[in-house]
């Protein structure tokens, strides 16, 4: 079984007002595979996340990881855990 990915794309993708139709044919993809992967259901290959990655002109790391992003509150306002 393979670790799951989190992901901060849902959040992203509201901030700019995009639809996950319009994502979806962006990136070459049904529109539910987005909210699959927004839920955490379904892990991007590496293609997808570049190609998610590019579309947002952000680095992947931004988008995805490995561990669970940190509130956003505590990067902007410096908190710590």
């Given at each position: 079984?393979?670790?799951?990915?989190?992901?901060?794309?849902?959040?992203?993708?509201?901030?700019?007002?995009?639809?996950?139709?319009?994502?979806?044919?962006?990136?070459?993809?049904?529109?539910?595979?987005?909210?699959?992967?927004?839920?955490?259901?379904y892990n991007?290959?590496?293609?997808?996340?570049?190609?998610?990655?590019?579309?947002?002109?952000?680095?992947?790391?931004?988008l995805f990881?490995?561990?669970?992003?940190?509130?956003?509150?505590?990067?902007?306002?410096?908190?710590?855990?």
């Amino acid at each position: 079984m393979s670790e799951q990915v989190h992901n901060r794309l849902a959040m992203v993708r509201a901030e700019r007002k995009v639809s996950r139709q319009a994502l979806a044919e962006a990136v070459g993809v049904h529109y539910q595979t987005i909210g699959y992967i927004e839920r955490g259901q379904y892990n991007p290959s590496l293609d997808l996340a570049l190609k998610v990655a590019e579309f947002f002109e952000l680095p992947v790391e931004a988008l995805f990881s490995l561990r669970p992003f940190r509130p956003l509150t505590d990067e902007v306002y410096g908190r710590k855990q």
